[in-house]
């Protein structure tokens, strides 16, 4: 009797199985993009000086980021929004491609200290990036901007992904005349803020001062959806 239960069980369960596994389902993969004017910039800059001493060239790029970092602070910069990211000191070179076989000698040394500065009030940006080169910046890596709340942007993004996902789907059922069922899962990637591809003026800096121009900004939600169809 035992035998027999066993092997009703096993059966069923085989059944079961065989019923998934040929369960029919739809699966499509959309992307959501909302755009908004940028309320934030982030600015990489530095200073590097060479000089025959060590000591010597550390100091004179210590001394160009001290002033930097004192007008930031007047102009109402934040501390949390400053932050060293490099700093560094090595030797220069000379006779390194000398034809004549002679090693190469140790002539100086360049010492940099690169910082990087969150600007959340847009008016300033150009104003700011005069004053930092005024104080001594004397290279600058990159300039970004973003929104400092960037969670509405992407539960945008992430609805019109979602919408765009839902209509293919049944855009594919009704091609193959076939009913869409309920949504199965759901898996998400969300990119991070980009430069929106049609950048219109946004003048961030109409005081004097480096000009900028912020445009818009973009983020993006990509979703893949999958479907049951329905009997």
């Keep these: 009797?035992?035998?027999?239960?066993?092997?009703?069980?096993?059966?069923?369960?085989?059944?079961?199985?065989?019923?998934h596994a040929e369960e029919r389902r739809i699966t499509v993969d959309a992307l959501g993009t909302a755009l908004a004017?940028?309320?934030?910039?982030?600015?990489?800059?530095?200073?590097?000086?060479e000089d025959a001493e060590?000591?010597?060239?550390m100091q004179a790029t210590s001394d160009a980021?001290?002033?930097?970092?004192?007008?930031?602070?007047?102009m109402g910069i934040e501390a949390r929004d400053v932050q060293t990211r490099d700093l560094s000191l090595s030797p220069v070179w000379s006779g390194r491609n000398n034809p004549n076989g002679d090693r190469p000698e140790i002539s100086g040394f360049s010492a940099s200290n690169r910082v990087f500065v969150r600007v959340r009030d847009l008016t300033q940006l150009g104003a700011v990036m005069d004053a930092v080169i005024q104080d001594g910046a004397n290279d600058f890596g990159g300039l970004s901007f973003g929104v400092q709340?960037?969670?509405?942007?992407?539960?945008?993004?992430?609805?019109?992904?979602?919408?765009?996902?839902?209509?293919?789907?049944?855009?594919?059922?009704?091609?193959?005349?076939?009913?869409?069922?309920?949504?199965?899962q759901i898996n998400e990637h969300v990119g991070g803020i980009r430069p929106a591809a049609q950048m219109r003026e946004f003048k961030?800096?109409?005081?004097?001062?480096?000009?900028?121009?912020?445009?818009?900004?973009?983020?993006?939600?990509?979703?893949?959806?999958?479907?049951?169809?329905?009997?």
């Design 149 to 184: 709340d960037p969670k509405p942007l992407e539960a945008q993004a992430r609805a019109k992904a979602v919408a765009e996902a839902t209509a293919k789907a049944e855009q594919l059922a009704q091609a193959a005349s076939l009913t869409l069922g309920p949504v199965q």
């Design 65 to 74: 980021v001290s002033a930097i970092l004192a007008r930031l602070e007047q």
């Design 204 to 231: 961030v800096a109409d005081s004097a001062g480096v000009p900028v121009a912020g445009g818009e900004i973009s983020v993006s939600v990509n979703v893949t959806m999958e479907f049951a169809i329905s009997e």
């Design 37 to 49: 004017v940028p309320d934030m910039a982030t600015i990489t800059l530095g200073v590097t000086h």
């Design 1 to 19: 009797m035992k035998k027999y239960a066993f092997l009703a069980a096993l059966m069923a369960a085989t059944a079961a199985g065989m019923a």
């Design 54 to 57: 060590a000591a010597d060239a």
